[in-house]
């Protein structure tokens, strides 16, 4: 069974331009999240996803980010513009509820640097 | 809401000494307990996970996590580690009965092995 896929890995932009990051969920999970990692501020989560439905975006920094989910295998989080600060490592998510726990499981992430 | 607090931000450890790295977490409701390892430049991989019964629970590459609910812990252990040990480690919580499994993390643990 495939995992979490994301894409691309690494990503480098000058500013202003726009970042599209793309996951691919595991088949048949109907949860997906967008984690953010940096130095200062560790892991933290941005948005999460159920059946397609944003639930929870109070983690997106500000209104350059918006992410989408058109159907069950598919999700983008776009920064448009991006700027310096943005430089971090993004990772996608997935969980089944109920299952496992509700154990989630991760992309190996989109490791971004914005010049 | 749901904090979690790893006590230790780096443990220096000799090669097969035994190591043990502390997480406390608080919650107003019942959670699932989990233990991630980032291993240098890569993504988030489960290590343990305590969803109920027996406290103890082992997971990958010999280590084991006791959650102690009267202290609201959740230290993670190994009796020998290895210089392959080296990585980030992440504590983390979860609603046991809503949200799909959304992941509160701790600020994480660089554990160093030196031989």
């Known amino acids: 069974d495939a995992g979490v896929i994301q894409s691309p890995r690494h990503e480098v932009t000058e500013m202003g331009q726009e970042v599209t990051l793309r996951c691919k969920p595991i088949s048949g999970h109907d949860y997906l999240f967008w984690y953010r990692q940096t130095m200062m501020r560790g892991l933290e989560l941005l948005i999460y996803?159920?059946?397609?439905?944003?639930?929870?975006d109070s983690g997106m920094p500000e209104d350059r980010f918006s992410a989408k989910m058109p159907n069950a295998s598919f999700s983008t989080l776009k920064i448009q513009p991006s700027e310096p600060r943005d430089s971090a490592v993004y990772f996608c998510a997935s969980s089944l509820l109920r299952r496992e726990g509700n154990t989630i499981y991760f992309g190996e992430g989109s490791w971004l640097t914005v010049v | 809401a749901q904090s979690v607090t790893q006590l230790d931000s780096q443990v220096p450890v000799f090669e097969e000494a035994p190591v043990e790295l502390r997480c406390n977490y608080s919650s107003s409701v019942s959670v699932y307990l989990f233990w991630y390892v980032q291993y240098p430049n890569q993504g988030l991989q489960l290590l343990l996970k305590y969803l109920s019964g027996s406290t103890l629970v082992k997971g990958i590459n010999g280590f084991e996590a006791e959650f102690n609910k009267s202290q609201t812990s959740f230290h993670l252990r190994k009796p020998s580690v290895h210089i392959s040990d080296t990585a980030e480690y992440f504590c983390a919580v979860s609603e046991r009965y809503n949200q799909g499994g959304k992941l509160i993390f701790g600020q994480g643990t660089e554990l160093s092995v030196k031989p």
């Open positions: 996803f159920n059946n397609n439905v944003p639930i929870d």
